[in-house]
């Protein structure tokens, strides 16, 4: 399951990025070390469970995420 995924998590993960980068900022602000490890950690999950998602269609299943 993880290797099927990866290449989703390749492709997914700068989108989740770019959209949960802005809720981490304040995290950030306070403590850098932290407000990265969280958005790592976040983005991979996210980045994962969408991949996931995506493999379970057919046709993304068949073109992009083989």
């Given at each position: 399951?993880?290797?099927?995924?990866?290449?989703?998590?390749?492709?997914?993960?700068?989108?989740?990025?770019?959209?949960?980068?802005?809720?981490?900022?304040?995290i950030?602000?306070?403590?850098?070390?932290?407000?990265?490890?969280?958005?790592?950690?976040?983005?991979?999950?996210?980045?994962?469970?969408?991949?996931?998602?995506?493999g379970?269609?057919?046709?993304?299943k068949?073109t992009?995420?083989?």
């Amino acid at each position: 399951v993880i290797s099927k995924c990866s290449f989703g998590v390749y492709i997914f993960h700068l989108f989740v990025m770019g959209l949960i980068s802005p809720y981490i900022q304040h995290i950030n602000e306070m403590n850098g070390k932290f407000g990265t490890i969280i958005l790592c950690v976040l983005t991979l999950f996210t980045s994962f469970v969408l991949s996931y998602i995506f493999g379970k269609i057919p046709l993304m299943k068949k073109t992009i995420l083989q």
